[in-house]
Every structure is written in structure tokens, then in C-alpha cells.
């Protein structure tokens, strides 16, 4: 398995209060990229990076914001959580030796009441 | 941006019997197009992928086929097993930077023995 670490697994948090996701790889790995999975949406990208400090929206960006100060972590913001956001969150990785394909991590199971 | 559709959303198929998933998609610039298989509470993981210069791939029961002309794309499951049982998902490369999937809403393959 690729070496992409998700913190925490689960997490259960109140309205309007900030929640932050971590993503740890140990593959050097250029790309980083936060999803959301929702029965009958797939994953959608909220927030992807192209390398240190380079960071970029996605799909369904509103809500969230991103940092990736080490080649290494890529952290996930809900500056004010809402039950809207309650959802299965995934970190990917790609860029490595087979360029293009992506690893997924284990997910996050976030639920905010 | 990309739109991936994908069908169907379930799909059950008796042991031994050959499973189908469709997908098309809307940027007639994406080249890459990998599908992902998701077992219960696990991260996705890439099963198989193509190029848009290839029209077909196969790897032991696995093929996918290519029409970019019609702008879609099949995943083939042959002699189906029980450890076949997962969601699958499509997904297409956006043009532009940074790799970025777009994901169709997944398919329920049941494998009944």
C-alpha cells in the first residue's frame, strides 16, 4: 500500500466549531488532493496541490481551505463546520514513478451535529 | 469542467457471469481514464486503466474499452467472483494541471454465489 496516513479516522464535532483533517505521505509524492464522498455524488475534489505552498480549488471548495507547508502533509480546514459537511473525507496522492495513477488513503469519517 | 456519468449505480450478477459499467464523459481533451474498485471502508484503488491512444486493455478478467469518438468508456468483468463485490467507480483526467480526476457516482457490483 501506498504510505498515506488520514488523522483522524473518525471524528465527530458541533456546529460552527473548526475542524482540521491531516494527510501524511511518505512517497515524495508532488500531487495532493483532498475528496469528499457522498452516496450518489463519487468523490468530488474540494482542494488539490501541486507542490509546497501551491494549492488550488476544486469541485466543491466552498467551506474549506488547505495548506501544504512540507512536500509531506497537506491539511484539510473546515473553518466552521455544518452539517452539510458531514461526510467521508479522502486524501490522494499521484505524480510519483507511474505518474498518473492516484493513491487513495483510508478515509476520514467526519460527522458534524 | 469534466462530467463523468456512470452506469449502473448497482448492479448484480450471478458467480461466474460477466459484470458491465459504463461511463461517459464531457471534455473531449481528457486522455486518461483509470477505474477504481472500493471495498468496504477502504480507500479506492486502481483496478485498470487506458489512454486515450489505446482503444482497449486487459488485464486477466479485467478489460476496459475506449470509444473516444462517442466519448465513453466500458469496464469488463469476466467469470465473476464473490471477492468482486465492491463499488467501482470511473474517472476521467481534466486537461489541464495538476492530474486532476473527475469521478462518475460509482456502480454496487454484487457477485451472488
Known amino acids: 500500500d501506498a504510505g498515506i496516513t488520514q488523522s483522524p479516522r473518525h471524528k465527530v464535532t458541533e456546529t460552527g466549531t473548526p475542524v482540521t483533517l491531516r494527510c501524511h505521505q511518505t512517497?515524495?509524492?508532488?500531487?495532493m488532493y483532498w475528496y469528499r464522498q457522498d452516496p450518489g455524488h463519487g468523490l468530488r475534489l474540494i482542494h488539490y496541490?501541486?507542490?509546497?505552498?501551491?494549492?488550488d480549488k476544486g469541485e466543491v471548495s466552498d467551506g474549506y481551505s488547505v495548506s501544504r507547508s512540507k512536500t509531506e502533509d497537506f491539511l484539510l480546514t473546515l473553518e466552521s463546520a455544518t452539517s452539510s459537511q458531514t461526510s467521508v473525507y479522502f486524501c490522494a496522492i499521484s505524480g510519483g514513478a507511474r505518474d498518473t495513477e492516484a493513491f487513495f488513503g483510508q478515509g476520514t469519517r467526519l460527522t458534524v451535529v | 469542467g469534466e462530467n463523468v456519468e456512470q452506469h449502473p449505480s448497482t448492479l448484480s450478477v450471478q458467480e461466474g457471469d460477466s459484470a458491465v459499467i459504463k461511463c461517459t464523459y464531457s471534455?473531449?481533451?481528457?486522455?486518461?481514464f483509470p477505474w477504481y474498485k472500493q471495498e468496504l471502508g477502504k480507500g479506492p484503488q486502481l483496478i485498470i486503466d487506458?489512454?486515450?491512444?489505446?482503444g482497449e486493455k486487459k488485464d486477466q478478467r479485467i478489460a476496459v474499452t475506449l470509444n473516444k469518438t462517442a466519448k465513453h468508456f466500458s469496464l469488463h468483468i469476466t467469470e465473476t467472483q464473490p471477492e468482486d463485490s465492491a463499488v467501482y467507480f470511473c474517472?476521467?483526467?481534466?486537461?489541464?494541471?495538476?492530474?486532476?480526476?473527475?469521478f462518475g457516482s460509482g456502480t454496487q457490483l454484487t457477485v451472488l454465489p
Open positions: 474517472a476521467a483526467e481534466s486537461s489541464g494541471s495538476a492530474r486532476q480526476l473527475t
Open positions: 496541490s501541486y507542490g509546497v505552498k501551491d494549492t
Open positions: 487506458i489512454r486515450s491512444n489505446v
Open positions: 512517497e515524495n509524492h508532488r500531487y
Open positions: 471534455d473531449s481533451a481528457s486522455n486518461y
